[in-house]
């Protein structure tokens, strides 16, 4: 079964950059259009962006448009999110899924700290 598998969390200062991935066992991920979402403590999980199967369209909400960069490497079957000028409304619990997503296909996410 389709299990998704984020890494690169961790705990950063405001204004700073992370690099998330996300890759599927045993599944290539080039025929799915891809998502990512993060869900803050106490708070419903949103979408933050998502990329075509191709990688030529990307799309984002607008709380990170001019920050955060999705793309993908299809040759190595995953799928990033690069984050910059992060800022302490950032921090969350960070998953990819399909885009649209499914509720079968969560992975247990990567967190993801913004200090001020």
């Known amino acids: 079964q389709l299990q998704f598998a984020e890494s690169g969390g961790g705990l950063v200062q405001s204004g700073g950059s992370l690099r998330l991935s996300c890759a599927a066992a045993?599944?290539?991920?080039?025929?799915?259009?891809i998502g990512w979402f993060r869900q803050a403590p106490g708070k419903e999980r949103e979408g933050v962006g998502c990329i075509s199967r191709s990688g030529g369209s990307t799309n984002y909400a607008n709380s990170v448009k001019g920050r955060f960069t999705i793309s993908r490497d299809n040759a190595k079957s995953t799928v990033y999110l690069q984050m910059n000028s992060l800022k302490p409304e950032d921090t969350a619990v960070y998953y990819c899924n399909l885009a649209p997503w499914s509720d079968r296909y969560w992975g247990q996410g990567t967190q993801v700290t913004v200090s001020s």
């Open positions: 045993s599944y290539t991920l080039d025929y799915y259009d």
